[in-house]
């Protein structure tokens, strides 16, 4: 669908059709909140970092280049419906990749099915030595999980939705995440303006620094793993410090007295806010079941997604009032955020969790 919506406004030039094509991206373009759903369910809970931090990794190198090829093919002649014809092509590989070489899982017990065949846990980790009864959530009956797994109707996408267990397990995490979101969300809204206003640069040079920011997010995205190890897996602890000094970086670059003490502590930002996201979905993901994953993926895209949509006009108030209103603002923010951890920290009890959400999955069952 995400395809035929990029060939749609490749071959248009209606306003009306381009809308359509906007509308049907929106609906479909999630491949990233399932990539996270499904590394969520074949990866044990201490493994989930690592890998949530490669897979951000990964997505942070796919937003340098694509802006880069994209500029270069849109300033051609046609360039627009060329870039939305390579989209659409892109989407094509996508299918062609995850048919050949993503399995289906489906849960039965401790055992994972992979493409027909029951297969551990520890069969998905190769080089894991690992044993999985610890850590592995433990699933409803074998025909009822099948069950489940095998169909789907819009009654039970509702009642997920209106699941009032589920959000009472979830709703401080997710405040937390829309909190910590809006700031850097305001921040990087009016990023290049404040610097051409503040510093004076050039668009070169906004580049270079958005480049320079991205890179060092990809190595914060691969150490995310040790980083949680070197914790002790306290993701908890780990969230506090990052959040708070995700909290210090804004007050130093309000008030940077020149491009090099910027520099620095953007670096710094991007390390802690990517370390705070793997954060934030590490503990979302291990206080559901392992068949809740793909909808409570999907909730916490949906609050990234409202902070998205907030930021911009909270920025531009707040820059109307002075240039440094959006990173004031987002300081708040962000110290309300970490004094609400203080006083409520996100701790969580891997195993009762995954027990409340299995009982809540044989609550639906039923």
């Not at 749609?8 to 929106?26: A, E, Q, T």
């Not at 949680?228 to 007295?257: E, M, Q, T, W």
């Not at 409570?296 to 820059?319: E, F, N, Y």
Request: proline share 4%; charged share 15%.
């Amino acid at each position: 669908m995400t395809a035929m919506s990029y060939y749609l406004m490749s071959i248009s030039d209606w306003l009306s059709v381009v809308l359509i094509s906007r509308l049907i991206v929106g609906v479909f373009k999630h491949s990233q909140n399932m990539c996270k759903s499904y590394l969520g369910e074949i990866h044990l809970h201490e493994d989930r970092p690592t890998a949530f931090g490669h897979f951000n990794a990964f997505s942070s190198a796919a937003f340098i280049f694509g802006p880069l090829i994209g500029g270069h093919i849109a300033d051609s002649t046609g360039g627009f419906h060329a870039v939305c014809a390579l989209s659409g092509t892109t989407f094509l590989v996508n299918i062609a990749l995850c048919w050949l070489c993503v399995p289906e899982i489906t849960h039965r017990g401790h055992e994972t099915k992979i493409n027909g065949g029951p297969t551990t846990d520890n069969s998905l980790h190769a080089n894991n030595n690992k044993q999985p009864d610890d850590d592995a959530p433990p699933c409803v009956p074998a025909a009822a999980a099948e069950e489940e797994s095998a169909s789907f109707s819009p009654r039970q996408l509702l009642s997920s939705l209106f699941d009032r267990d589920m959000w009472n397990a979830l709703t401080d995490v997710f405040v937390l995440q829309f909190m910590l979101s809006l700031p850097l969300i305001m921040y990087r809204t009016n990023f290049s303006m404040l610097l051409r206003e503040k510093y004076a640069t050039s668009h070169r040079t906004n580049g270079y620094i958005t480049s320079l920011t991205t890179i060092v997010g990809v190595a914060a995205s691969f150490g995310a793993g040790r980083a949680v190890r070197l914790y002790g897996n306290d993701v908890a602890r780990l969230y506090l410090h990052a959040s708070a000094l995700l909290a210090v970086c804004l007050v130093a670059l309000a008030y940077a007295p020149n491009l090099h003490v910027l520099l620095f502590f953007l670096a710094l930002l991007s390390i802690s806010s990517a370390i705070a996201r793997i954060c934030s979905r590490q503990i979302v993901v291990s206080r559901c079941h392992a068949d809740e994953i793909g909808g409570v993926t999907g909730m916490s895209g949906t609050v990234t997604s409202v902070a998205r949509m907030v930021a911009p006009l909270l920025g531009g108030i707040a820059m109307d009032v002075a240039l440094e209103g959006p990173e004031l603002l987002g300081i708040a923010i962000v110290i309300v955020a970490v004094g609400y951890m203080l006083k409520y920290p996100p701790v969580y009890d891997h195993d009762k969790a995954a027990v409340a959400g299995a009982n809540r999955l044989s609550k639906k069952l039923k």
